[in-house]
């Protein structure tokens, strides 16, 4: 009897090694993140995609089994952040919390979140609210994680308590911590969006396609969260299986952005592309009227653009609102001392303001204004941009 005992705890009903243990662990915690970026985040909570009701509630079912989080808390908290991004009401922004409490402690602001009923009836609607969400999911989403238990130490004896505790450890630690904390702290930007959100990895895989953080706030209700060709999102990869499969439909993705030739003026297209694309619209305003407007300027003086410190330089794509007080500063004498850049920043303020303008006509026509005037300033990199811009158009999406 002994001897059994020891056995079973030894390696459990299958007696695996560490190489299958390791397997199962790769597979279980892939599930996790899958049903979390799949389920949770871009079909309920951004509804880019909807899937069959049986993979949906195998979604849901997983989640409940190794998270314990619920649908609507989840999903409320989530699209808060995005509604307050990088601001006090920010559930987890490293700008207001730090990022060592975001990265480490992530699920405690989680949770301090999901007690704000407030937060749940505002953010948290169209979410299930069947039999089993009343009945099981959320009165008992703790009796979830204790089956795994059950399940890990049945399957693995004594190892299988290591192994529960790392899928508890996964999502709080991957996903709160590391996306919402170095996805807003650290990495690349393809876009200058107006809030600090970048790409961890261009190959989205470890993090089920979380890792192209920046691309997915550019376009949040996108269920594709590549934007390069050299990007990968193993998520979206998953999404295009399943609706092969006749189990996914794809609902929103992010549309291409065109430049037609021979393009007098703006016009009603070009004015749909540029506020669809606005994040793009000026990243390139950025890198390419902004940043060769300063090189010039620095050749001009003898001084090279490596002189200028990258964070002021970057600090030009959105008026320095991420920098102290110091660096804003520096940035304003940066940009008053230099006068074609001084006059490439206020366009830039122009054209930001042009697209909260209030009506398409207003906006249409400040667009022309804006266009004829670049077109006639004198700087090159602004009149091929001018000349660019009035030409955008959006191409038919092609899922």
Same mark, same amino acid.
């Given at each position: ?279 793009? *619209? @000026? ?9 060769? /407007? #300063?090189? $010039?300027?620095?050749?001009? &003086?003898? +001084? %090279? ?48 303001? *042009? @697209? ?9 026509? /400040? #667009?022309? $204004?804006?266009?004829?005037? &670049?077109? +006639? %300033? ?22």
């Amino acid at each position: 009897m002994l001897s059994s005992i020891l056995a079973f705890l030894d390696g459990g009903l299958t007696g695996a090694g560490l190489g299958g243990m390791a397997l199962y662990l790769l597979i279980v915690t892939q599930l996790t993140i899958f049903s979390v970026t799949l389920y949770l985040h871009r079909s309920q909570a951004h509804r880019g995609v909807d899937f069959h009701p049986v993979l949906s509630h195998f979604f849901r079912f997983w989640v409940w089994l190794t998270t314990a989080m619920r649908t609507r808390e989840w999903v409320a908290i989530h699209r808060k952040h995005h509604a307050h991004c990088e601001t006090e009401e920010d559930p987890h922004s490293p700008q207001f919390h730090g990022i060592g409490k975001v990265l480490w402690r992530g699920v405690e602001l989680y949770q301090d979140s999901a007690r704000d009923q407030s937060i749940m009836d505002k953010y948290g609607r169209g979410t299930p609210e069947d039999w089993l969400e009343r009945r099981l999911y959320t009165p008992l989403n703790s009796l979830g994680p204790t089956l795994m238990f059950v399940i890990n130490f049945a399957l693995f004896g004594a190892a299988g308590i290591a192994l529960w505790a790392i899928q508890m450890l996964w999502i709080p630690f991957w996903a709160a911590g590391v996306v919402n904390g170095l996805g807003h702290w650290w990495g690349y930007r393809n876009f200058e969006t107006a809030d600090t959100a970048t790409n961890l990895s261009p190959w989205a895989f470890w993090i089920g396609g979380e890792e192209l953080h920046n691309n997915h706030h550019t376009f949040p209700s996108s269920a594709k969260f590549s934007l390069r060709k050299w990007e990968f999102d193993i998520g979206w990869a998953a999404i295009r299986l399943f609706e092969k499969l006749g189990l996914a439909r794809v609902l929103r993705v992010a549309p291409a952005l065109d430049a037609r030739p021979n393009i007098a003026m703006p016009d009603a297209e070009t004015l749909k592309a540029i506020l669809t694309h606005r994040y793009r *619209v @000026m990243t390139e305003y950025y890198r390419g009227v902004l940043i060769p /407007a #300063l090189r $010039e300027e620095m050749h001009a &003086a003898g +001084a %090279s653009l490596r002189a200028i410190p990258r964070r002021l330089r970057k600090g030009l794509a959105d008026g320095g609102r991420w920098l102290d007080h110091e660096g804003r500063e520096r940035l304003h004498a940066l940009v008053d001392n230099r006068p074609t850049l001084r006059t490439v920043v206020e366009y830039r303020q122009r054209l930001a303001a *042009v @697209m909260e303008l209030r009506g398409p006509e207003a906006m249409l026509q /400040a #667009l022309q $204004e804006w266009v004829r005037e &670049a077109e +006639a %300033s004198g700087i090159r990199a602004l009149e091929e941009f001018s000349a660019r811009l009035k030409g955008y158009a959006l191409v038919p999406v092609r899922a």
